[in-house]
């Protein structure tokens, strides 16, 4: 499987401030996703990273407040814009196929102060 | 009802014994199925994928899926400590683009 590299692994934020949060994977990828855990919760899906077009958002995530770029098959980042502290959570990024295995990479624990 | 759900546990079992997760899923449509380990502090794991109906092992882990009864579980057999962590079932329902749904996850213990 897949190497997958995430920076940063953790950051302490104050609020109204955004995060960018990068994904770097060691082969070129068709599909890259990311993914919110909540203290104490599953995983949720916020959207799927297409290269050359825009994100797919699952219901409940928007663009304005989850942008996020996919330059290459390789890299993606999403942004965690005008936080609060309802935001801290793990913002994880995942590679595979659709309906497929998927391999998650290490995790961003954000803390929004 | 939720798409995917787990016993809830916590599950202990001791050192050697046989630890049983199990989950149910809503999509009777649903054709791919997954278990992640996931220890504290850290992100999940592939341990485990099923497609067919049946018994499928790998190692001292077994995989089973019923979907005329729409369950799947993971037997860990001669548990170890190294087992201890959460446990999450994946289901990618059928027809909705990308979405995977995970179950709320069950946390297990191994007791030495």
């Given at each position: 499987s897949a190497v997958i590299s995430q920076k940063p692994s953790r950051d302490i934020c104050q609020r109204g401030t955004s995060l960018t949060i990068q994904c770097q994977v060691d082969s070129q990828v068709t599909m890259m996703f990311w993914y919110r855990q909540q203290p104490g919760q599953s995983l949720t899906l916020i959207a799927t990273a297409n290269q050359g077009s825009e994100a797919t958002y699952e219901s409940g995530f928007v663009i304005d407040k989850f942008p996020i770029s996919r330059p290459n098959l390789t890299f993606s980042t999403l942004t965690v814009s005008?936080?609060?502290?309802?935001?801290s959570s793990i913002y994880l990024c995942s590679v595979g196929q659709a309906g497929d295995e998927q391999y998650f990479g290490p995790g961003t624990r954000l803390t929004v102060t | 009802q939720k798409e995917v759900e787990q016993n809830s546990g916590p599950l202990s079992v001791p050192e050697g014994a046989i630890a049983s997760l199990n989950c149910t899923y809503?999509?009777?449509?649903?054709?791919s199925f997954f278990w992640y380990r996931q220890y504290s502090g850290k992100s999940p794991e592939l341990i485990m994928s099923i497609y067919s109906n049946g018994d499928k092992e790998d190692g001292r882990f077994t995989a089973q899926l019923n979907k005329a009864s729409q369950y799947v579980s993971l037997l860990i057999r001669d548990?170890?400590?190294?087992?201890s962590a959460t446990y999450l079932c994946a289901v990618p329902p059928l027809n909705t683009g990308n979405q995977f749904y995970f179950g709320t996850g069950t946390s297990l213990t191994v007791i030495p």
């Open positions: 005008n936080m609060s502290p309802e935001d | 809503s999509d009777r449509g649903s054709q548990s170890q400590p190294s087992d």
